[in-house]
């Protein structure tokens, strides 16, 4: 069975989720703003969610279509394949949003969407009301500039929910930005990378999860595995392939940060992640590292400030990283922050930035180049 599918991902890491799709053979069919799209069958299903660091969720569409009443709402989801996806007894769960669109009403569109999928399945079986007793499925929509998607959502919980990261910091990073960042720095695995500002550690735990070939999956659970419609045992021999495919590379990484339960935050969740061997994990104050190698890589998510006192003393905070970057002996940095006068602070311009959103705040990663 072939069906067209799609993953939402945070904005400016599109181009990072089509090279991991097709790095493990999955053909990419559109790029759009926030989400790639891609045919395939159930194993190519599986493969996404169990490979795919950048991506929130991989989502079965089961509609795509205009509507600017309720009307055309309710034709066009009852009208959509559901007896092929769907059993009797499914239990529906409907999430989604409403933008730019005459259908303004996301609990009104949730509740004709419930209706119109309840119509379609109990017409398959013969049945006039769905019992709603068995598996779960979760059904999500979007209403932008009255186009329509429906779709299945195969993951569960997000992506980005890897499972080794039970607790966090205050302000944590997500892991599909961490994984994207440590992408765009191509550290390569030879070197020192050093993250000064770990928090709960996501940004060194990715940075190895992805030099080791660890499968951002490898040791969760997913949606798809309690499908009718999906064959059985699939999860378990992609996630069994996975684990064949583990590389036992040396890794050089530093876990620092100022704050002693980060630190110990940090080993808990690296040693669960399974790279609590390669990351070094210290306590101590960023502005005081110093390094005798050559040619290291640090990545890094120093804090923002939202208030003004917080924003001053954040200024503060890159004037003096700044200075501990230039006594450096040819390294790499790649500074993820929400400032806009970041460089004047540093006190170096950045060969190149990169615009990225840490949920709803726009950042942008300042890139400094080694010069080999």
Same mark, same amino acid.
Request: glycine residues 8%; charged residues 25%; proline residues 3%.
């Given at each position: 069975?072939?069906?067209?599918?799609?993953?939402?991902?945070?904005?400016?890491?599109?181009?990072?989720?089509?090279?991991?799709?097709?790095?493990?053979?999955?053909?990419?069919?559109?790029?759009?703003?926030?989400?790639?799209?891609?045919?395939?069958?159930?194993?190519?299903? =599986?493969?996404?969610?169990?490979?795919?660091?950048?991506?929130?969720?991989?989502?079965?569409?089961?509609?795509?279509?205009?509507?600017?009443?309720?009307?055309?709402?309710?034709?066009?989801?009852?009208?959509?394949?559901?007896?092929?996806?769907?059993?009797?007894?499914?239990?529906?769960?409907?999430?989604?949003? *409403?933008?730019?669109?005459?259908?303004?009403?996301?609990?009104?569109?949730?509740?004709?969407?419930?209706?119109?999928?309840?119509?379609?399945?109990?017409?398959?079986?013969?049945? /006039?009301?769905? +019992?709603?007793?068995? /598996?779960?499925?979760?059904?999500?929509?979007?209403?932008?500039? !009255?186009?329509?998607?429906?779709?299945?959502?195969? $993951?569960?919980?997000?992506?980005?929910?890897?499972?080794?990261?039970?607790?966090?910091?205050?302000?944590?990073?997500?892991?599909?930005? =961490? =994984?994207?960042?440590?992408?765009?720095?191509?550290?390569?695995?030879?070197?020192?990378?050093?993250?000064?500002? *770990?928090?709960?550690? /996501?940004?060194?735990?990715?940075?190895?999860?992805?030099?080791?070939?660890?499968?951002?999956?490898?040791?969760?659970?997913?949606?798809?595995?309690?499908?009718?419609?999906? +064959?059985?045992?699939?999860?378990?021999?992609?996630?069994?392939?996975?684990?064949?495919?583990?590389?036992?590379?040396?890794?050089?990484?530093?876990?620092?940060?100022?704050?002693?339960?980060?630190?110990?935050?940090?080993?808990?969740?690296?040693?669960?992640?399974?790279?609590?061997?390669?990351?070094?994990?210290?306590?101590?104050? =960023?502005?005081?590292?110093?390094?005798?190698?050559?040619?290291?890589?640090?990545?890094?998510?120093? +804090?923002?400030?939202?208030?003004?006192? !917080?924003?001053?003393?954040?200024?503060?905070?890159?004037?003096?990283?700044?200075?501990?970057?230039?006594?450096?002996?040819?390294?790499?940095?790649?500074?993820?922050?929400?400032?806009?006068?970041?460089?004047?602070?540093?006190?170096?311009?950045?060969?190149? /930035?990169?615009?990225?959103?840490?949920?709803?705040?726009?950042?942008?990663?300042?890139?400094?180049? $080694?010069?080999?």
């Amino acid at each position: 069975m072939q069906f067209e599918m799609m993953i939402p991902c945070l904005f400016g890491v599109e181009a990072f989720l089509s090279r991991e799709l097709k790095s493990i053979g999955i053909e990419v069919t559109s790029t759009e703003d926030g989400r790639v799209c891609f045919n395939g069958g159930y194993e190519e299903m =599986a493969k996404a969610n169990i490979w795919v660091r950048t991506g929130e969720r991989v989502l079965i569409k089961a509609a795509e279509f205009y509507a600017d009443n309720f009307d055309a709402l309710y034709d066009g989801v009852r009208n959509a394949p559901w007896g092929e996806f769907l059993p009797q007894d499914a239990k529906l769960s409907i999430s989604g949003h *409403c933008l730019k669109s005459k259908l303004s009403s996301s609990p009104r569109c949730r509740a004709i969407i419930k209706k119109a999928i309840a119509d379609s399945v109990g017409a398959k079986y013969g049945i /006039t009301h769905l +019992p709603e007793t068995g /598996t779960e499925y979760q059904i999500r929509f979007s209403l932008l500039k !009255d186009r329509v998607t429906v779709s299945i959502d195969t $993951s569960g919980e997000s992506l980005h929910m890897r499972g080794y990261r039970q607790l966090s910091n205050a302000a944590p990073l997500r892991e599909t930005l =961490a =994984a994207a960042i440590v992408y765009l720095s191509r550290w390569r695995y030879e070197n020192s990378l050093a993250d000064l500002f *770990c928090g709960s550690g /996501t940004i060194p735990i990715e940075a190895a999860m992805i030099k080791r070939n660890i499968a951002p999956g490898i040791n969760r659970s997913f949606a798809f595995e309690q499908f009718e419609f999906v +064959p059985d045992g699939l999860a378990d021999r992609i996630k069994s392939e996975a684990k064949a495919l583990i590389k036992d590379v040396p890794l050089d990484i530093t876990a620092m940060d100022i704050n002693p339960e980060y630190v110990e935050l940090t080993k808990a969740n690296a040693e669960k992640a399974g790279v609590g061997d390669c990351i070094k994990v210290v306590l101590g104050n =960023a502005l005081d590292f110093k390094s005798s190698l050559s040619g290291g890589t640090i990545i890094s998510n120093p +804090p923002y400030g939202e208030r003004l006192s !917080d924003k001053e003393e954040c200024s503060m905070l890159y004037k003096e990283f700044g200075k501990t970057y230039s006594a450096l002996d040819n390294w790499a940095a790649y500074i993820l922050a929400a400032s806009d006068e970041f460089e004047s602070d540093f006190g170096k311009k950045a060969d190149k /930035t990169r615009k990225l959103y840490n949920g709803m705040i726009q950042c942008r990663v300042y890139q400094y180049f $080694s010069k080999r």
